[in-house]
């Protein structure tokens, strides 16, 4: 679970770096599947804990970090 975990928030880093430094044309399917990935990422992280794998803590953490990055993606996104 943290292996898929931990690749589904790098697919999620590699595509924002790739839309950044996309052309403004070929920006929105990076974000959109950016997006995807980081949707993936919030589910396993609730999995996660609900597993016991990590604390509440940790999840709340991990989670508000998630909804942020999403915010902004969200925010590039509409702006492209």
């Known amino acids: 679970l943290g292996a898929t975990l ?3 928030l790098l697919n999620t880093l590699l ?3 790739t839309a950044g430094r996309a ?3 070929w920006k929105i399917s ?4 950016a997006l995807r990935e ?5 589910i396993l992280i609730r999995l ?6 990590i604390n509440e ?7 508000e970090t998630a909804a942020n990055i999403g915010q902004q993606l ?3 996104l509409r702006a492209v």
């Open 15 to 17: 595509y924002i770096i």
């Open 6 to 8: 931990e690749k589904s």
């Open 48 to 53: 996660s804990w609900e597993l016991k794998e």
């Open 38 to 42: 980081l949707e993936q990422a919030k």
């Open 57 to 63: 803590r940790r999840m709340i953490t991990w989670q």
């Open 74 to 76: 969200g925010g590039w």
């Open 30 to 33: 990076p974000l959109e599947t």
């Open 23 to 25: 052309k403004k044309e």
